[in-house]
């Protein structure tokens, strides 16, 4: 059973321009968060999707960042007219469903490492 | 205040060593507590899942809660070089799917 995928691992960017993060849950799991990792800070939410829904989006910037989880395909992450301040690592997780269970806990990706120059 | 606080680091043990990573919370809606750990350049891997008051053994891992003081304990026995990694605190609350996590510490067990 493969695990959550994310790809691409790394992507480079200009100031400006656009970058798409993906993710793939684990298998049976449809529900989808994302986290940024600045340097030296903790893993910080973003948005939390359903398939086709945003569930909550209360950590995502204002301007330039959506997300998206499509009824076919990945969850998609994109940062439109990319800053250096946006360099980070983000991190996909995924669970099986909403609730107080252990099996609903989120596991994690492997993570996209973007850099802007 | 933040959220979640959690020790600063960084911490440096020799192996064998007993260790106590510990975060302290301000949210009183939190009701499930994680510890995840953190390779460098990984994603984070679950290590402890706890929902109550108390200690939760796994191995040499042992999680303990108390609720009442708003305080939560990670403790590693017989610490090995493979457990030198960065470790979160992360905790939800019931309704609310989103982790609040700690700002993590590197810990690092000597040979």
């Known amino acids: 059973n493969a695990g959550v995928m994310q790809n691409p691992r790394h992507l480079v960017r200009r100031r400006g321009q656009e970058a798409r993060l993906r993710c793939s849950p684990m298998k049976g799991h449809s529900h989808v968060y994302w986290y940024r990792q600045l340097p030296e800070e903790g893993l910080k939410f973003m948005v939390y999707l359903q398939k086709e829904n945003i569930i909550d989006e209360s950590g995502m910037p204002k301007e330039r960042f959506s997300a998206e989880f499509p009824k076919e395909g990945p969850s998609i992450l994109r940062i439109q007219q990319v800053v250096r301040g946006d360099s980070a690592a983000y991190f996909c997780?995924?669970?099986?469903?909403?609730?107080?269970?252990?099996?609903?806990?989120?596991?994690f990706g492997p993570g996209t490492r973007l850099t802007v120059l | 205040q933040k959220e979640v606080e959690q020790d600063p680091g960084p911490l440096s043990v020799p192996e064998g060593a007993i260790v106590s990573l510990n975060c302290t919370y301000s949210?009183?809606?939190?009701?499930?507590f994680m510890w995840y750990r953190q390779y460098s350049r990984k994603g984070p891997e679950l290590l402890m899942y706890t929902y109550s008051s108390g200690n939760k053994e796994d191995g040499r891992f042992t999680a303990q809660v108390d609720k009442s003081s708003k305080y939560i304990s990670l403790f590693i026995r017989d610490s090995q070089p493979s457990d030198s990694a960065t470790y979160l605190c992360a905790m939800r609350s019931g309704a609310n799917s989103k982790l609040t996590f700690g700002k993590g510490i590197t810990l690092s067990v000597r040979p």
């Open positions: 997780a995924s669970s099986p469903r909403v609730g107080g269970l252990v099996t609903d806990t989120q596991y």
């Open positions: 949210n009183s809606a939190f009701q499930y």
